[in-house]
Each structure stands twice: as C-alpha cells, then as structure tokens.
C-alpha cells in the first residue's frame, strides 16, 4: 500500500527495476476502464447484508477527463473457484496457514471454541494436491477470466469494489493491483 500513485509508481519501480514515473499522465484520457458486474461483485456490509456498490462517482471522472468505460464486464467469481469441487481459495490458503491458525486456535482460553473451530481449520491437503490446486486456480483466473476479459472488453484496466473478493482472485491470477480510492 502507498499514499499516493508516485508511491506506488516508485515501488513497482524499486521491485522490477524500471522507472514508471513517465507513465504518470494525470488523466485518463485514451485509457479504457472495465467495471466488473455491480449484480456479481457485492459489498457484504453486514453478516447476511450485501450491497451493490455504486461507482458512479468513478464512472462520471473517468468519462469526464477522457477516459472510456466499459460496464458489467463478466470476471469469475469467488464462488466458482473451486479445486476437486470444493472451495478452492480456502484449499489453499488452509494448506499455506495451517499453523497459524493452530497457533491461534490454541491461544484461545475457551476450549469449546478450539475443538469446534480446529476440524474446519486442520489443513488436509497434501503438498502434491496443494500445488496442483495453485496451479488450476491460477489457471482459471488469469488465462481463462483475466486474459479473456482484457482481450473481450479491449480494457486497460479492470475495477470494481474493494470490499469484494476481487482482490484475492486477482492475486491468485498473479495480475498486479492497486487500491485507489473512488475519487481518484
């Protein structure tokens, strides 16, 4: 995270050593901006409450400074990213957390919380069926979500709502991302 698109510019930078700093242009002017299906990629507020993000703001700054933007582009979603039909994501990350999540669970002073939490938390994936998980996974999202959605819609960029669980399909697709806020 970093304060600013100089900050950022600068340690996407430092990390590939390049200097972004000329790709800087302050406008979107000539850029195009997919917006993933607002129906799709929900808020969820509260446990059982989700809301639709409105991005109208976003829309009506990219369109007025020159920028053209594309709505409802179709991505994957979160619930379809499943390994051996279960969910993929939790697979994963059950496997590369697992004993933090034990660490944790053992921390806690009410035991009936530790024996009702640790079977959901246990990691059973084998190193084989791990890696072979992160590699459809990966799969999915980026050649057959990411790359088709670049190519479909012609964007440069993809957006949609932070709170979603966009962010962690994009990482799982390798993709780079950046959180911006709305106004920007």
Not at 103 to 118: A, E, I, N, Q, Y
Request: glycine fraction near 6%; include cysteine; hydrophobic fraction near 35%.
């Amino acid at each position: 995270m970093t304060r600013c698109a100089e900050d950022l510019a600068a340690l996407i930078g430092s990390l590939l050593q390049r200097d972004f700093s000329s790709s800087l242009t302050k406008t979107w002017k000539g850029r195009k901006v997919g917006f993933v299906d607002p129906k799709i990629w929900y808020i969820q507020v509260r446990e059982g409450i989700w809301e639709v993000a409105d991005s109208s703001d976003a829309l009506n700054l990219i369109t007025d400074d020159g920028g053209k933007v594309i709505q409802d582009n179709s991505l994957i979603s979160y619930d379809e990213l499943k390994f051996e039909c279960l969910d993929g994501l939790d697979q994963v990350w059950n496997h590369d957390f697992a004993h933090l999540f034990q660490g944790l669970l053992r921390s806690c002073r009410d035991p009936k919380v530790f024996s009702r939490t640790r079977s959901r938390k246990e990691n059973h994936t084998t190193r084989e069926k791990y890696y072979e998980a992160k590699n459809v996974l990966r799969k999915n999202a980026r050649v057959e979500e990411y790359e088709k959605a670049f190519r479909e819609y012609e964007v440069d960029i993809i957006a949609g709502p932070l709170d979603s669980q966009l962010g962690s399909i994009t990482a799982v697709a390798g993709h780079p991302s950046a959180t911006v806020h709305g106004s920007h």
